[in-house]
T-cell receptor, first 114, second 115 residues
Framework: DAGVTQSPTHLIKTRGQQVTLRCSPK?????VSWYQQALGQGPQFIFQ???????QRGNFPDRFSGHQFPNYSSELNVNALLLGDSALYLC?????????????FGDGTRLSIL | AQSVAQPEDQVNVAEGNPLTVKCTYS??????LFWYVQYPNRGLQFLLK??????LVKGSYGFEAEFNKSQTSFHLKKPSALVSDSALYFC?????????????FGAGTRLFVKA
């Protein structure tokens, strides 16, 4: 039973560039959430996708956008990268129609901005 | 607005001794509460959750947590710590009355268990 997989594991970009991160949810899950975890901090909610729609969004600028595909996989896009975007980006999947379910996390993509 | 506070950056305990990692929360309505653990260079792993019912919930690896509504707390406990329990622990809350979409995490508490 494959868990949540994220790619790439590491990425180095420069300011102003754009990046796309990818996530495949755990088998059977239909909901994907994205989080940003800066060094020494807890994960910060970016947004959640369910049925290919953004269902809820955290306090992140429009430079952060996403997409969910019919097979439930998801992408996180970040435009006009800033130094402060350097972080571990975590994807988490769950069953969207069932309240109170825990999330299953991937190991993340570590993004470094130079 | 939802929030989670983990008042201790680090907890130190000797192997074999009981451990407690503290968490308090603020949410409108009834909360869904979770504990996750993170090992170096890994994602978060689910330990346990409180949704409703018994205030004492049991989870993975011998961990348990007690929900206290009056104190808005959800402290993580284990009767006998292991060196392998050393990791970063996160408390999280989700509001049940908004459909439960957005999960808020605390800043984390690093647990160090000494042999």
């Amino acid at each position: 039973d494959a868990g949540v997989t994220q790619s790439p594991t590491h990425l180095i970009k420069t300011r102003g560039q754009q990046v796309t991160l990818r996530c495949s949810p755990k088998s059977g899950h239909d909901t994907v959430s994205w989080y940003q975890q800066a060094l020494g901090q807890g994960p910060q909610f970016i947004f959640q996708y369910y049925e290919e729609e953004e269902r809820q969004r955290g306090n992140f600028p429009d430079r952060f956008s996403g997409h969910q595909f019919p097979n439930y996989s998801s992408e996180l896009n970040v435009n006009a990268l800033l130094l402060g975007d350097s972080a571990l980006y975590l994807c988490a999947s769950s069953l969207g129609g069932v309240s109170g379910q825990p999330q299953h996390f991937g190991d993340g993509t570590r993004l470094s901005i130079l | 607005a939802q929030s989670v506070a983990q008042p201790e950056d680090q907890v130190n305990v000797a192997e074999g001794n009981p451990l407690t990692v503290k968490c308090t929360y603020s949410v409108s309505g009834n909360p869904y509460l979770f504990w996750y653990v993170q090992y170096p260079n890994r994602g978060l792993q689910f330990l346990l959750k409180y949704i409703t019912g018994d205030n004492l919930v049991k989870g993975s690896y011998g961990f348990e947590a007690e929900f206290n509504k009056s104190q808005t707390s959800f402290h993580l406990k284990k009767p006998s710590a292991l060196v392998s329990d050393s990791a970063l622990y996160f408390c999280a809350v989700r509001a049940s009355n908004t459909g439960g979409f957005k999960t808020i995490f605390g800043a984390g508490t690093r647990l160090f268990v000494k042999a």
